[in-house]
């Protein structure tokens, strides 16, 4: 049989039969794996869903709570595959049941651990619940570890697991199809590869015989048929003659140049094929950003979100500081996503600059509040200085311009390790003065860092490289910050540079060329500060002279000082003139001017007349926060903002000038908000978050039920997600939109939430009927910000730690601390012992002299009373009584009707030290 199959027909047999069969035999080894791989997974899961049921159900079969059983049966078909849910008596005897009979048999075996049976399409869990299962769910309930509570049954079907097998069946019947066809088609063309040349020996050998004696074979292709070829060739030459010879050497040299230009050609194809790839590998690069923008941001949303809400429950210590390291590690996770997708952005050519006004030193102002907290932690200095001739009132990106900065000062930040970070803004040139013209811009950013040497400089602008790549590293990051900082700057038109020497610090510059705009309107006038003085305190000369400068454009004359006890002789000096000191400004720190010592100024001060705005790092808020009168309005992070310190002061001169702050607007009611979100956690996230700032909210997890919903209910914002299942946010916004032209109605605002970064996304969002866009991740700021927007309702403002926290925290604090005492009293016990000795023989005396102003309501010597409590307390180690009194005085300066609930709390720490005192006697 095989003597008469041809060349063809052997290389067939001898490639399809092998390869069938090892198709075969792997193709069924690995479905069967497969399939026992989903049933192992499918048991597992039918374990771990009933021992999840056990702890949940406990509490109910202990109290004996069929409803709450019932709810949590029916809750729990929700679980993939789960058919049938039931929960037994201790005597099987059934207390819920959520599904359809179950078709199994009760699985018998052991009583005391999980049970299965396994039949047909079906597996069925049976697991007893005790009493320990009470205590996993937080009902601990003593000496009941062992008793049992009941049954947990469960059925899950095999239809999923067995759907799947059949698709892994035919996925793999298809390979095995595709694989036989692929090889049958590679043996035709080895075939080819034989018969061929065999043909050409064939043709060559006619030729010859007919007189043809200029035949030629070429190369065959393998050995054996390149010698038979070989052997032809040369019996064909021994035949000719010179002449023959001569035309030999002619089509040779015909050939070689053939050969030429077929390679040219080939080249050529190749060379445009490369260009469409590359073209085609662009684009594909945008969609992949794109939708890895929105698969990685949509998770990052929940994760952020829900860890600020966890953050504002009751949690330790150590748990808050896991949630901040989850929050923060999300930042930087964010952070990086976003610096790739610029960059991919910047590369691909799809960056669109903005071109709207914008307050440059706001601009500056702001970036320096978010990056304050990281500088004062390693406790550096930020200054920011924007020369006066300088026009503040620009049109650009300022977003973008911002990401530059930002970029900057962190690098400065992450580069130093002590010393000052100074920010400049100057002008270079002005091209034109009038209001249109354009201006030369120059930004720059010096630090007092380890600097770079020449060869970091050089390397410093390319991507993914950074000043520091050795292992031992101490900062993170991309290495793309300023390669994008460069292309933004240089898509300004504008340029970039540095100038550093290693050790003695870094100075960034960007110079870009800006229109003016309008001169900006400020939302307070400087009319309320002219006429006033105001004596200021900062040690550091940078800061200093910023804050001068800031001070003298809110109109107001200035005396700097060094010293707190100079600038407090200075005022109290000017007290007896006709021209006194308004206000005081103080730049202090923990290390310099402990918070206990700054109160006792404050109060010399505010009896001169001289009202205090105190400024301190961001990371010292939490200590002066106690030793300023009114924190609200008397104490302000570092680097002041000029907006924020003008209000502050003229709050301090006229309390009645301003009473809230810009946006705190009362809404007359809460507004109503459709949120719809097919991700569940998302749709929890957002709704909670309004929720917990006073809206009504109404969540939808599919475009289907958002229609229905917004026909039968009134809303006054929709919050639409945009990948949806079915029908997606954009087709649910054009239904929409057409139902409200056949009613005849205004328009429903409508935001998108959405996770794509990319601007021709957001683009589409707008074209197709949406209002506005918030990109994921989202936080409270954005949430209200976008209804206040489009509604003109206002969310309520949620604080960060509420009045009973306070007093919780403050109870916390020690009645006696006697190393507080002796460091209090410079290191001398008898001077401690003294001390507290005084303050106890008057603490009687003092608690009735403060009962008795209480009762006759005189609230100028109820004041007086606390306040010489509190600086006796100053020089002892009662930090409990010392708090108290900080926080009496405080709310009966501002007149807060807490003020009673205060001095009860007062009069307990009275009584609590003397309780102490006595017990140590």
Known sequence: MLKNLGIKGRVLLLTLLPVTLMAVVLGSYFTWL???????????????????????????????????????ASESLDQQDVRAVAFLSPNHEPLAHAGPTMLNQTPLGNSSQLLQRTDGDATRYLLPVFGRHRNLAGDIIPNEAHRLLGWVELELSHHTMLLRGYRSLFASLLLIVSGLVLTTLLALRMSRTINAPIGQIKQAVAQLKDGQLHTRLPALGSQELDELASGINRMAETLQNAQEELQHSVDQATEDVRQNLETIEIQNLELDLA?????????????????????????????????HLLQKSELTPRQFDYLHTIEKSADNLLGIINEILDFSKIEAGKLVLDSTPFNLRDLLQDTLTILAPSAHGKGLELVSLVYRDTPLSLIGDPLRLKQILTNLVNNAIKFTREGTIVVRAMLEDDDNNS?????????????????????????????FTQADNSLSRQTGGTGLGLVISKRLVEQMGGEIGVESEPGEGSGFWISVNLPKAQDDIDDLPVA????????????????????????????????????????????TSAHQTEHPVDLAVLGVTAHDLPPERLNQYIWDLEHLGCKVLVLCPTTELVLFNTAVPNPHNQLQAKPACTRKLRRALIQLINP????????????????????VDDNPANLLLVQTLLEDMGAKVKAVDSGYAAVDTFKTQAFDLVLMDVQMPGMDGRETTEVLRQWE????????????????????EKRALL???????????????????????????????????????????ANKLAVLDADEGLRLAAGKADLAADMLSMLLASLETDRLAIRQAR????????????????????????????????????LLKQESPKADTALDELDQAILRLAHEARSTA
């Open 275 to 307: 260009r469409k790839e590359a073209l085609e590998a662009s684009r594909i690069k945008s969609e992949f950003l794109a939708n890895m923008s929105h698969e990685i941001r949509t998770p990052l949303n929940g994760i952020l979100g829900f860890t």
């Open 741 to 760: 032209q056949k009613q005849q109605s205004s328009p429903m605002p409508i935001v998108a939430l959405t996770a794509h970064a990319m601007a021709n």
């Open 855 to 890: 009762a006759d309501n005189d609230r100028t010597a109820l004041i007086e009373h606390v306040h010489r409590l509190h600086g006796a307390t100053r020089y002892c180690g009662v930090p409990q009584l010392r708090g108290a009194c900080q926080r009496s005085e405080t």
């Open 656 to 675: 009645q000038q301003i009473r809230n702050e810009p946006g705190e607007i009362l809404a007359s009611r809460a507004p109503r908000i459709l949120c």
């Open 34 to 72: 497969q399939q026992s791989e989903l049933e192992s997974q499918l048991l597992q899961r039918g374990e771990m869903i009933a021992e999840q049921l056990a702890p949940l159900v406990a509490p109910a079969m202990g109290r004996h709570d069929k409803a709450l059983l019932e709810r949590i």
């Open 435 to 463: 209001t249109s013209g354009g201006v030369q811009l120059r930004i720059s950013v010096q630090d007092t860092g380890i600097g770079l040497t020449n060869q970091d400089v050089r390397a410093l602008f390319q991507a």
């Open 528 to 571: 309320p500060l002219l006429g006033h003085s105001v004596a200021l305190l900062e040690k550091h000369d940078l800061a200093r002279q910023a804050m001068l400068h800031q001070l003298e454009d809110c109109g107001l004359s200035v005396t700097p000082y060094l010293t707190l006890d100079n600038l407090s002789n200075g005022v």
């Open 767 to 809: 074209q197709s009927g949406m209002d506005d866009y918030l990109t994921k991740p989202i936080s409270e700021r954005q949430l209200a910000q976008v209804v206040l927007k489009w509604t003109g309702l206002a969310l309520l403002n949620q604080t960060s730690e509420s009045a009973k926290d306070r007093f919780r925290s």
